[in-house]
């Protein structure tokens, strides 16, 4: 299985919501991401966790939440967020954070909507 | 991280080769050189990726110059599947851990 899951594929979700973006792989992957992508925008990185631990968060406001239950998992909790928050959201793992770069695996992605 | 410099799009008729060049003139000596590519609503793909040596496997070549500052990726027949927006990428550790940050990419156009 060399897949990456994400769930829901489609969010729409009013300004004052609470949901969470989900995001599971089955290859032993020990790091993930969360990139954010705008329309016609190259993916942006948000969050690094590396062995069940937040590694890298680069300066992602509050309003996200990222956590990772166990090595298989890692969820997105939204609150809060802004119409500009809308984008699509792509999850990614690969075999760790050791001392070579290992190539991402991505997820096709949660197309966000927030109204 | 390096900066990575790629012409924001490009044509090719489909059965021939399509080189996607990318500039990186400030890599540094343990900087690796990846490449993926994002079909329209899909997550980014791995193609290929290399340090010093030329490097091939069954997607695409990769072709690094000597002084490291530029490289080539060759898909050697592309098809109209092939149309897609290709990331060049320079990946390095950081404190935390390797980030991958995508620069604006190669938008390339197959044509029939």
């Known amino acids: 299985d060399t897949e990456v899951t994400q769930t829901p594929k489609h969010l729409v979700m009013g300004m004052t919501n609470k949901k969470s973006l989900k995001c599971e792989q089955h290859m032993g992957h020990r790091a993930m991401y969360w990139y954010k992508q705008k329309a016609k925008k190259p993916p942006e990185l948000m969050f690094v966790?590396?062995?069940?631990?937040?590694?890298i968060n680069e300066s992602v406001p509050s309003r996200f939440s990222p956590e990772c239950p166990n090595s298989s998992l890692l969820n997105l909790h939204l609150h809060a967020l802004q119409p500009e928050d809308s984008a699509l959201y792509l999850c990614a793992s690969s075999q760790g954070q050791g001392v070579q770069h290992e190539k991402l695996f991505f997820g096709s992605g949660t197309q966000l909507s927030v109204l | 991280d390096a900066k990575t410099t790629q012409p924001p799009s490009m044509d090719c008729a489909e059965g021939r080769a399509a080189n996607l060049p990318c500039n990186h003139s400030?890599?540094?000596?343990?900087?690796?050189v990846y490449w993926y590519r994002q079909i329209h609503s899909q997550g980014p793909q791995y193609i290929i990726h290399g340090l010093k040596n030329n490097e091939t496997n069954e997607m695409a070549s990769l072709i690094i110059t000597e002084d490291r500052k530029s490289s080539t990726l060759i898909l050697p027949h592309a098809t109209l599947r092939d149309t897609a927006v290709y990331y060049c990428?320079?990946?390095?550790?950081?404190?935390?851990?390797?980030?991958?940050?995508f620069g604006a990419g190669t938008r390339l156009f197959v044509k029939a």
């Open positions: 990428i320079s990946a390095s550790k950081n404190t935390g851990g390797f980030k991958t940050i």
């Open positions: 400030t890599i540094s000596g343990n900087e690796y």
């Open positions: 966790y590396s062995y069940e631990k937040l590694s």
